[in-house]
Structures are given as structure tokens and as C-alpha cells.
């Protein structure tokens, strides 16, 4: 296993420079997912390290983070918590009932303020090596190593809870079966006919387009059209009626129309199939399209050598 202090100062080192590349970290650690980023399409200003369970994603759930606030040197092990979409579960009353926000512990801090702080660090590269301390105390790599097990324990227990409950949205399968499509697109974007047309949304290079906030409620995939740039508003048709669907996506047009002057803006909704409902419902708005999303699933036998 990789000892967490390699891939972190390797994390360091690396938010000092232009490079966004991530494919030499590992994909995971202790049997969570791991992931790096440094920016999508331009530098982030808080580069971050996730831990998710195999369940949840950086855009919808909890999990322990570390977010590099580059600015003030500041380096924060979290209870992280995502900020495009308010996950059904969360960090359980009891781990962060004492903890400090984000948003409290740093002035004004430009992003991620509503998760807590577990531990906060501040490195020092010299000749091209980094070291951390706390309060001017310097830390050895074991302590390093010790925070980050102890909060992946925390979380992983907490998950273990959320699996076992009847009514979980881990356990009914609702989180995968939906969620992952959203991300699914995202994550395909480029190999989608929506790709083909209409261009993410990204802010301080970081993407903005998914769960795109709004006053009135999150909007699932925010995008340009790449000849207009006129908005789009993209819904996913999920245990919706097709009227709830249509008047959701409607609802998120005119927010669009008003605060970002865009008149000609435009929907789509995605669903798994196109119902008569649905089709008489969209009949009378020629601005919004419908995408019918395939699934595929297939079996392949191993074979041992």
C-alpha cells in the first residue's frame, strides 16, 4: 500500500505547478476510491484528494477530503461534505458535533466552506522537499499517516451504518441506479451526442456545470450550446412524473432567462424512455428536446490461466 505522506507531497509539490495531469496517484487507498484533482480546464484555486465509498462521488455524498488552500498554505484534512448536491446522509451527528466549519476556521474561504475541519497543516517545501507542522510544531510522516487512517475508520463505519438501514439510500440501490447516470454523462461527456453539441461550464478551474446551484434548487447539468452559447438546461427524468419532470425543468429555464439574461435558453430532458406523457407535455414548449439514455449490461465468463 501506498503510504499516504508519498502521494502528499507529491500533491504539494505538484499544486505549486501547472500541471493538472493525476494519472500516477493511486485509484485507490484502504478500499476506497481515491481521487486527485488539481482543476478541470484551468488551475483550481483549492486543489483536493477525496475518499469515497464505491457508493457515493465527490458531486453527491461525505467523505474525507484534504483541500489545499494554496493562497494561505493551508492544508486541511476534512469531513468533507459535497457542495453540488445535498447527499440524503451525512457525517453522523456525534463525529462532527464539535468540529469547526471551514468557513469558520479560515477567513472567508472561496469554496468547500460547509465541511469541517479534522486536522489542518501547513507545508514547507525546501529543495524541493516538503515538511508540515501544526502550530509551528513539525509532525513526523507517522502522524501524517495516523490522521488520515483514523478519519477513513470514522467514515467507513459510518458508511458501514448507512448500508444496513432499510430505508438508506445506500441500501436501496435509488443512490447508484441515479446519481451514477448523472455522472456517468459528465464523465463521458466528450463521447455523448450532448458533448457533440453544448460545452461544460467551468469557474476557477473547476467544473460548475454539475448540480448547478440556483436559488430554487439545483440544476442537474448546466451547459452551452457551442454555436449560440445560449444556456442549457439539462434535467434527468428520475422517479418524476413526466408533468413534475417538464414543470421542474421550466421552473429552471426562466431562473436562467431572469439572472442570466439568456431569453433563448434552451432544456433537455433525459429519461429512460419517451412516454406518451412526456410527449405531450413537451409538445408545447419547441425549446426543450428529449435524450433517451440505453443501458447495457452483460455477463462474461472468467477464465482462469
Do not use: C
Not at 454523462?185 to 454539475?210: F, H, M, P, R
Not at 434527468?236 to 413534475?244: E, G, H, I
Amino acid at each position: 500500500m501506498t503510504e499516504p505522506q508519498t502521494f502528499l507531497d507529491k500533491f504539494i509539490l505538484q499544486a505549486h505547478s501547472d500541471s493538472l495531469k493525476t494519472s500516477e496517484y493511486p485509484r485507490e487507498f484502504l478500499d476506497l476510491k481515491m481521487k486527485v484533482s488539481f482543476g478541470q480546464g484551468g488551475k483550481a484555486r483549492i486543489p483536493w484528494i477525496n475518499f469515497t465509498a464505491h457508493e457515493m462521488s465527490a458531486s453527491n455524498g461525505y467523505f474525507p477530503v484534504y483541500l489545499y488552500y494554496r493562497d494561505l498554505n493551508v492544508l486541511i484534512l476534512a469531513f468533507g461534505l459535497s457542495e453540488t448536491s445535498e447527499y440524503g446522509e451525512s457525517w453522523a451527528a456525534d463525529v462532527i458535533s464539535d468540529k469547526t466549519k471551514i468557513r469558520d476556521f479560515l477567513p472567508n474561504p472561496p469554496r468547500y466552506g460547509s465541511s469541517y475541519v479534522f486536522k489542518s497543516y501547513t507545508p514547507k517545501i525546501v529543495e524541493g522537499k516538503v515538511s508540515y507542522s501544526t502550530n509551528n510544531v513539525g509532525l513526523s510522516g507517522a502522524t501524517l499517516n495516523n490522521d488520515l487512517t483514523e478519519i477513513i475508520n470514522i467514515y467507513k463505519r459510518g458508511v458501514d451504518l448507512e448500508v444496513k438501514k432499510e430505508t438508506s439510500v445506500l441500501s436501496t440501490g435509488l443512490f447508484y441506479m441515479e446519481k451514477q447516470l448523472e455522472d456517468f454523462i459528465i464523465s463521458n461527456w466528450d463521447k455523448t451526442e450532448l458533448g457533440a453539441k453544448y460545452d461544460l461550464i467551468y469557474e476557477d478551474g473547476e467544473l460548475i456545470s454539475q448540480q448547478f446551484r440556483t436559488d430554487i434548487g439545483p440544476i442537474d447539468i448546466l451547459a452551452k450550446d457551442k454555436k449560440t452559447n445560449n444556456y442549457v438546461v439539462i434535467e434527468l427524468k428520475r422517479n418524476q412524473t413526466s408533468d413534475d419532470t417538464v414543470g421542474q425543468l421550466a421552473r429552471y429555464m426562466g431562473w436562467i432567462k431572469k439572472h442570466k439574461n439568456d431569453p433563448n435558453v434552451q432544456g433537455i430532458i433525459v429519461a429512460g424512455q419517451f412516454d406518451k406523457k412526456l410527449s405531450y407535455a413537451t409538445t408545447m414548449m419547441p425549446n426543450i428536446e428529449v435524450f433517451v439514455y440505453e443501458v447495457s449490461f452483460s455477463l462474461k465468463e472468467h477464465v482462469t490461466d
